[in-house]
């Protein structure tokens, strides 16, 4: 019988929840996920703050406390179209200036246009990015199997039918909720009645593991690096997470570096 992992905390399910560009619509949309619990990953463009329709960059820092900043280019161009030397610089440029507004490393990532290629993603690899969101769903609730190509479940248009059937899935465990979008969607389409109700739906739950991106990709790669002894009665945590199992009726943590039986 293999080991029976669960998410922090020993919750059963997680949501994650990921938006882009960096809009003034983002203010409302955190105030929601705020008093509902949600945690998100916003992914901005270091270049473009203060243009349009684009917050300032002096409230990157306080605004998103609590959520995640990642990177999503210094000026949103089609990568696969420009030379290496200007992903580079577009990557590397964004990290570089987001980090100063935000105060810790940023290397999380979601593709401009959503589009990609296997050139672009090892340039991302060697400027320090370790996850990378594009704009194609699953539909489904699965772990990715490739964090640089990391597809969501749904957008935020498809969220209520998801999420109600998130709520009910017990078909595997450990199942995951990816939404993504663009908070300025909401404006457009008159629609922040449908985030409110997910949010309702969705929030303060105490089976669901509110999570950034970034801390589900450092769990998922933390039960993936777990070593369990031959006889399958011993676990291994090399990571830096705690992992959290279930044996029988009883939850326990396993704390980095620690080998305890099971």
């Known amino acids: 019988m293999g080991i029976a992992f669960l998410y922090p905390e020993g919750k059963l399910k997680a949501l994650t929840m990921s938006y882009d560009d960096g809009v003034r619509q983002d203010r409302r949309l955190i105030e929601i996920f705020n008093r509902n619990g949600l945690k998100g990953t916003f992914h901005l463009n270091y270049a473009t703050f203060g243009h349009g329709n684009r917050l300032n960059a002096d409230e990157v820092h306080d605004l998103y406390q609590g959520h995640e900043v990642a990177c999503h280019t210094a000026t949103h161009p089609f990568l696969e179209r420009q030379p290496r ?53 699953t539909g489904g609730f699965g772990w990715p199997q490739e964090f640089m190509h990391w597809e969501g479940t749904c957008h935020h248009h498809e969220m209520l039918e998801r999420g109600r059937a998130f709520l009910d899935f017990n078909r595997h465990p450990l199942p995951l909720m990816y939404v993504w979008g663009h908070a300025y969607e909401f404006d457009n389409d008159d629609n922040w009645n449908e985030m409110e109700e ?56 396993v704390a980095p570096g620690e080998t305890r039986a099971i």
């Open 198 to 253: 997910f949010a309702g739906m969705m929030g303060n739950r105490p089976d669901i593991w509110y999570a950034t991106n970034l801390q589900v990709y450092r769990y998922i790669q933390a039960i993936r690096a777990a070593v369990t002894s031959a006889d399958g009665k011993m676990l291994c945590n090399p990571s830096a997470e705690t992992l959290w199992i279930k044996k029988g009726d009883t939850i326990l943590p």
């Open 85 to 137: 030397t200007e992903v580079i610089r577009e990557i590397f440029e964004d990290r570089r200036g987001l980090e100063s507004l935000c105060g810790y490393p940023v290397v999380g990532m979601s593709y401009p246009f959503g589009t990609w290629n296997e050139e672009v993603v090892a340039i991302a690899r060697a400027a320090g990015i370790v996850y990378s969101r594009d704009t194609r769903t």
